[in-house]
């Protein structure tokens, strides 16, 4: 019920790339005492340096109790024990925080603001995050189950950047003067939409958070967040330090709650004139339906994944393992666009399998607030079984299980970072989103072939490439239908790129100056002109 | 299953209120009575379409051919009710035949590996041999549909053309962009045609919604299955061969005439089917769009209904408002999305603007559309003059004033008498729900916040025409009002660059302009680490 992405490659992947650097061919092998990292998962978890101050609904720039006065847990992933009771909005408290969100646009001071002093409450509001970054990242990986050196050395300063870039494109939202036929000025505004709906995924609740809250409000709009089920807390944090910065009250609404309940409410509510949502294509669909069912609002998805990560015949076969696992395990696995079917070469497909298997055995798994962990548990249990389902479904249909394939410890949602060899296309796990820790290898023979296996998906969210040759790269870059080529990188994810699916993985762009179009509406305005000196 | 419309930037223009209103004295309209409704060019008997028919059938892969199950279905002249002619009636197996066709020319055809200028000069030629059939198109346009001909032959045909250059034009412009990237990256993006496009289009301007469609389409690259409207189908199939002759490599453009529930639906649930495109109600806009969710989730534009404010303010010059609110609601028959179907007038104004809209109205020329002088012609067909007559009835059981017109016009065809309500309150159907005809509803306001308030109060949001010489009055009107076009002392103007689309329920994306070709491309981001790069 989720999906994700990122951004890091550069300086997670330094861990990377650092390694590459530092390891002679083959030296990782004799790194196995890492193993899983067993024992991390079997000590106390690590007690995080956070409190938990914020569990209401954010209302009306107020924290609220639910209508009904309902809470549900919010478990810790590393033992599924309760870290807090969250106040559960529904159906009565999505009514509400629209109600303020129209209200805050309809007569409120925040699309009457010049853009400057909105992008100057953004500006603020960054700061104030960055202040506070440890105890953020704390609560980021409490509730995720995402290392925290993760989330405090990447994803809360990404998320800071993300709104400075958006704050800066603020004030230069531009309409446009336009050639007529005859003696009109023409010109267009491009205008705030009004009340933005959102729904964010649990992978990545801060950076999810940024794409959709950021460009909403640099383009004037007020919103009404859902966030997801399983990690309420970051976002119900950062929205009280927003408030801090300045932010008028309605123009933020963050509701915590299901998506059967609140979800399809905030998406089939007549009065939102926008909703984005970020999760699963079969939750997508039926979001778009609510839209289509109630009052056509537009709808920006931003679904699954099958990701093909392409190794060609003439990569360095020890980095393309390194990138191509890196692809794969970032955040769990639990990312939409994960580099989720491996295809390699014939030529060094026996290698790359051999080398993906011995990076994966070295894979340090345990405690996210455990220094140097690269991995720690899935989301929930949910997950934790759908991915095992998997396993078992890739070991059935007699794909080769390379290492892992179970579960790593005996508490919380731990799994074994997990390689499958002599993949098939029409295996099921190399057609369906795993979202977890299971890295499919596959053997192809030439660009043809990986072309037309690669494309032949319902989805079209990333591809990676790595070669050294140009003209491969550039005919892989065209022919791939994904809205993200990543040459010889993977997860790059600056602010100033967008983001976003071709085919069911998704409709719309995040990120870059493409978003700002989600936020915006188009008028027309005509006038006739009397004597013009130029037309 | 109605259909929406819009029309010509030249239109406005060549259509020409403005010489009208150089001609006219104050009340000088008044005078004109003589041409009420022109009822002796409705006795007569219809003048024969200077144009033959020659393409009836669905074209598929560059082939004119007979639909899978045999099926044709008439299609009407709207002056009389009698067959024009039969059509190959395509259902969901055309459809599927057509939409292979179009994969095929997509994914293994020369047209997205063109260049962009081989392209453009396809659509440059196309435009050429139009312009030159210019007058059978038109002629045909007019039959098929019951507008002027004048209108269709002065207007629409060279707007036509002229939104075929002005795409043609974007072909070989249409630019990915450099970012900036946070460290050592070269970041670019790719602006890629979609695929195979699914276009549904209208009934009220066929050719017009052809070019709106089809143009921003092709010039991206994409190959196209355009399902045309049932009461429609014919200049469609024209013009169409005549882009085969100007080069149009087959299965890049196909055509399937036939009806909503089975080939539009089978179109829009479509798995092979990239991106679809309508125009029409927004009843069935709605299924679409659950169809495109429930299907593969094709990306999908709606242009759909509208009740559009005309605002009248306070200091307007009453015979040239009443002029242009005339013209923005009785054009093409009342059949316009964007009509300005709710006319609002400011109280101080209101007696002397209605006396006049009343006379205006009266005066208009309705008869057969081949006549030399006709403002009017027959609605569509028998459903949409059942309909609006609907409306009428209840525009008079709701106790709005029938100032003049209500009824039908003669005995044969689909001819109805220009209509005018006054005393017309927000809450009657009539100025809440679209008619999609000859039915002008007159509303009081007294100050702007009122009708702000009043003209925003609706589920729709495309158009609003403004009519005040104050820039404050309009300024203040051209933001507030959530429209996708705000007319300021004009309405209409439909120029190529000029965005057009809807908020609220009135649709999703916009057509025309530099805006339209976002319906039409993917954008794909390259990203590549920068060894020692110069700069960042």
Request: net charge neutral.
């Amino acid at each position: 019920m989720a999906a994700l992405r990122f951004l890091l490659s550069r300086s997670s992947l330094s861990s990377s790339s650092v390694a590459l650097l530092s390891r002679g061919k083959n030296s990782f092998l004799g790194r196995g005492i890492w193993k899983y990292s067993t024992a991390a998962a079997i000590e106390e978890p690590i007690k995080p340096p956070v409190s938990v101050d914020h569990t209401q609904l954010l209302i009306n720039g107020k924290f609220v109790d639910a209508a009904s006065g309902k809470t549900f847990p919010t478990l810790d992933p590393r033992t599924g024990e309760v870290i807090a009771h969250v106040a559960e909005g529904d159906a009565e408290d999505v009514n509400r925080a629209v109600s303020a969100a129209r209200k805050a646009f309809d007569e409120g001071p925040w699309p009457r603001l010049t853009a400057y002093e909105r992008s100057r409450i953004m500006f603020r509001f960054a700061d104030l995050v960055e202040k506070h970054n440890d105890e953020i990242a704390a609560l980021e990986t409490w509730d995720n189950g995402k290392p925290y050196e993760q989330s405090a050395k990447i994803e809360v300063p990404m998320f800071a950047r993300l709104f400075r870039y958006y704050a800066g494109w603020a004030d230069k939202i531009h309409g446009l003067t336009v050639p007529a036929d005859g003696p009109y000025h023409v010109q267009t505004l491009h205008e705030p939409i009004g009340v933005a709906g959102q729904i964010i995924p649990w992978n990545f609740p801060l950076l999810m958070y940024a794409w959709k809250v950021g460009p909403a409000l640099a383009c004037g709009n007020t919103v009404v967040l859902k966030t997801a089920e399983q990690t309420p807390l970051s976002a119900l944090y950062v929205s009280k330090l927003f408030h801090e910065a300045g932010l008028p009250a309605g123009v933020l609404n963050v509701v915590s709650g299901y998506g059967p309940t609140a979800g399809s409410a905030l998406a089939s509510h007549m009065d939102v004139d926008k909703v984005a949502f970020t999760g699963s294509t079969e939750t997508g669909k039926i979001v778009l339906e609510l839209a289509a069912k109630s009052n056509l609002k537009v709808v920006t998805l931003e679904l699954g994944g099958k990701s093909p990560f392409i190794v060609c015949e003439d990569a360095d076969v020890d980095k393309a393992v390194e990138l191509a696992h890196f692809a794969l395990f970032f955040n769990q696995g639990q990312c939409c666009c994960a580099g989720s079917r491996t295809f390699v070469h014939e030529r060094v497909y026996d290698e790359f399998v051999e080398k993906a298997k011995a990076r994966a055995v070295q894979r340090v798994v345990g405690d996210p607030f455990k220094n140097g962990i690269e991995q720690g548990p899935q989301v929930d249990s949910d997950q934790f079984e759908k991915i095992l389902k998997y396993i078992r479904a890739g070991v059935d249909c007699g794909a080769t299980l390379e290492t892992g394939g179970e579960r790593l410890g005996t508490k919380g949602y731990y799994i074994k970072p997990t390689v499958f060899s002599n993949v098939k296309d029409d295996m099921l796990i190399a057609k369906e989103e795993i979202f977890g820790p299971v890295q499919t290898i596959l053997k192809y023979k030439d660009l043809d072939d990986v072309i037309r296996r690669a494309n032949a998906s319902q989805y079209g969210l990333a591809a990676g490439v790595f070669t050294q040759n140009i003209d491969t790269a550039n005919t892989l870059t065209r022919a791939l239908r994904v809205g993200t080529v990543w040459v010889n990188c993977f997860d790059t994810f600056d602010a100033a790129i967008p983001f976003g699916g071709y085919k069911m993985s998704g409709q719309g762009r995040e990120k870059g100056v493409y978003s700002l179009k989600n936020y915006l509406q188009v008028k027309a305005v005509v006038t006739p002109l009397t004597n013009p000196a130029w037309l | 299953m109605a259909a929406a419309w819009r029309i010509s930037s030249l239109i406005s223009r060549s259509l020409s209120v403005p010489p009208a209103f150089r001609s006219l004295g104050r009340n000088s309209s008044l005078r004109r009575g003589v041409h009420r409704f022109s009822t002796a060019a409705l006795i007569e008997e219809p003048i024969t379409p200077p144009v033959q028919i020659n393409h009836t059938k669905l074209l598929i892969n560059g082939q004119f051919v007979d639909s899978a199950s045999g099926k044709t279905f008439p299609t009407i002249d709207p002056r009389t009710g009698d067959v024009i002619t039969h059509v190959a009636e395509g259902d969901a197996e055309d459809i599927n035949r057509a939409v292979s066709a179009a994969r095929k020319a997509f994914d293994e055809g020369p047209w997205p590996r063109m260049t962009a200028y081989e392209r453009s000069r396809i659509l440059l030629r196309f435009a050429d041999l139009v312009e030159k059939h210019s007058d059978e198109l038109a002629a045909l346009e007019s039959w098929n549909c019951g507008k002027p001909y004048e209108q269709a032959a002065k207007s629409e045909l060279p707007l036509f053309v002229r939104l075929f250059h002005y795409y043609a034009g974007w072909a070989d412009k249409i630019h990915g962009l450099t970012v900036p990237a946070d460290g050592p990256y070269d970041v670019q993006t790719l602006h890629e045609p979609i695929g195979v496009a699914g276009q549904i289009i209208p009934w009220n301007f066929p050719l017009v919604m052809f070019a709106w469609k089809v143009g921003p389409a092709l010039a991206c690259g994409n190959t196209i299955v355009l399902k045309t409207a049932e009461q429609t189908p014919l200049t469609a199939l024209y013009v169409a061969k005549l882009f085969h002759e100007a080069g149009l490599p087959p299965g890049v453009l196909n055509i399937v005439s036939g009806f909503g529930p089975t080939a539009g639906a089978a179109l829009a649930s479509h798995m092979d089917v990239d991106k679809l495109a309508f125009t029409g109600s927004t009843e069935t806009g709605k299924i679409v769009l659950e169809l495109a969710a429930k299907s593969n989730l094709k990306p999908v534009t709606l242009e759909l209904g509208g009740k559009s404010p005309f605002i009248i303010c306070e200091d307007a010059d009453v015979d040239k408002a009443v002029e242009l609110a005339h013209f923005a609601l009785f054009f093409n028959q009342g059949q316009c999305c964007c009509a300005g179907s709710r006319t609002f007038v400011h109280e101080r104004i209101h007696d002397e603007f209605l006396e006049k809209s009343k006379a205006r109205a009266m005066r208009r020329t309705v008869g057969d559309p081949f006549k030399k002088g006709i403002e009017q012609g027959p609605q569509i067909d028998t459903e949409q003059f059942e309909k609006v007559l609907r409306y009428i009835r209840s525009g008079i059981e709701s106790k709005a004033t029938l100032e003049c017109g209500g009824g039908r016009l003669g005995s044969k065809g689909f001819y109805i008498q220009p209509t005018v309500f006054s005393n017309v309150q927000d809450d009657m159907l009539i100025a809440k729900d679209e008619i999609f005809g000859p039915v002008q509803s007159i509303l009081k306001f007294n100050d702007l916040g009122d009708v702000i308030r009043r003209a925003n109060a609706t589920r729709y949001g495309l158009a609003a025409g403004v009519f005040t010489s104050n820039v404050d009055t309009a300024n203040t009107l051209s933001r507030a009002l959530r429209v996708g076009t705000v007319w300021v002392n004009c309405f209409d103007v439909f120029d190529a660059a000029i965005p057009f689309g809807g908020y609220k329920m009135s649709g999703i994306g916009r057509e025309k302009g530099i805006y339209s070709l976002h319906n039409y491309l993917q954008v794909k981001a390259v990203v590549t680490p920068l060894k020692s790069p110069a700069w960042l």
